[in-house]
């Protein structure tokens, strides 16, 4: 079992940069597919980013160039690194784990998910 746990939200203005931080709990981490979704109010929860297990990454478009995710297993965490932020980025950030080999971009599919955190970019 993994637990998720999200930091590094806030209020930037648009241009600036954040980072958030997803610490998970559990030895088999390595293991797990590593996802960052996003949901506005009165939107769907889409995906952003995610990282699997052997190292490959894939990235929403909308966000392609601008996020960075990354991971380290020694610490049991995921971070994505948000630069160029725009208000159109202002949504809660969940970050999502799920065992498995392939790297998963829907959220019907992972099954581990922190609690979220407020990312609020200003015009």
């Known amino acids: 079992q993994v637990q998720l746990v999200e930091s590094g939200g806030g209020l930037v203005q648009a241009g600036g940069s954040l980072r958030l931080s997803c610490a998970a709990s559990?030895?088999?981490?390595?293991?797990?597919?590593m996802g960052w979704f996003r949901q506005a109010p009165g939107k769907e929860r889409e995906f952003v980013a995610a990282?699997?297990?052997?190292?490959?990454?894939t990235y929403a478009g909308s966000v392609k160039g601008r996020f960075t995710i990354s991971r380290d297993n020694a610490k049991n965490t995921v971070y994505l690194q948000m630069n160029s932020l725009k208000p159109e980025d202002t949504a809660v950030y969940y970050c999502?784990?799920?065992?498995?080999?392939?790297?998963?971009?829907?959220?019907?599919?992972?099954?581990?998910w922190g609690q979220g955190t407020q990312v609020t970019v200003s015009s």
């Open positions: 559990g030895r088999t981490f390595s293991s797990y597919v």
């Open positions: 999502a784990a799920q065992q498995s080999f392939r790297i998963l971009t829907s959220p019907n599919e992972y099954d581990r």
């Open positions: 990282f699997s297990w052997s190292g490959s990454t």
